[in-house]
């Protein structure tokens, strides 16, 4: 079991940084693949980010690539989204999660945050 806990976000303007931090439960932290998803109001959840267990692979949907990063830091059972140059569209929750294996990097997690509320205002 691994429990995940979302923070970070908050209202910033329209080219504004926020980053996001979820804090997970366990000793297996490394073992694990972290994602980031968002949900905006009256949308389905879609996929933003994803990091493998060791760091070394990263993975973005098209409409964040250059402008938010994944990190993760394994000795403080802790991942990163840092958002650059944020947009009104990139306003929703964003949850964090987990799941065991990098293929279908975008689906299939197992373990979810409650979520944490980015607005960006234009």
């Known amino acids: 079991q691994v429990q995940l806990v979302e923070s970070g976000g908050g209202l910033v303007q329209t080219g504004g940084s926020l980053r996001l931090s979820c804090a997970a439960s366990?000793?297996?932290?490394?073992?694990?693949?972290m994602g980031w998803f968002r949900q905006a109001p009256g949308k389905e959840r879609e996929f933003v980010a994803a990091?493998?267990?060791?760091?070394?692979?990263?993975y973005y949907a098209d409409s964040v690539k250059g402008r938010f990063t994944i990190s993760r830091d394994n000795a403080k059972n802790t991942v990163y989204l840092q958002m650059n140059s944020l947009r009104p569209e990139d306003t929703a929750v964003y949850y964090c999660a987990a799941k065991t294996t990098w293929s279908n990097v975008m689906v299939r997690y197992d373990y979810w945050g409650q979520g944490t509320q980015v607005t960006v205002s234009s």
């Open positions: 366990g000793r297996t932290f490394s073992r694990y693949v």
């Open positions: 990091i493998s267990g060791s760091g070394i692979m990263t």
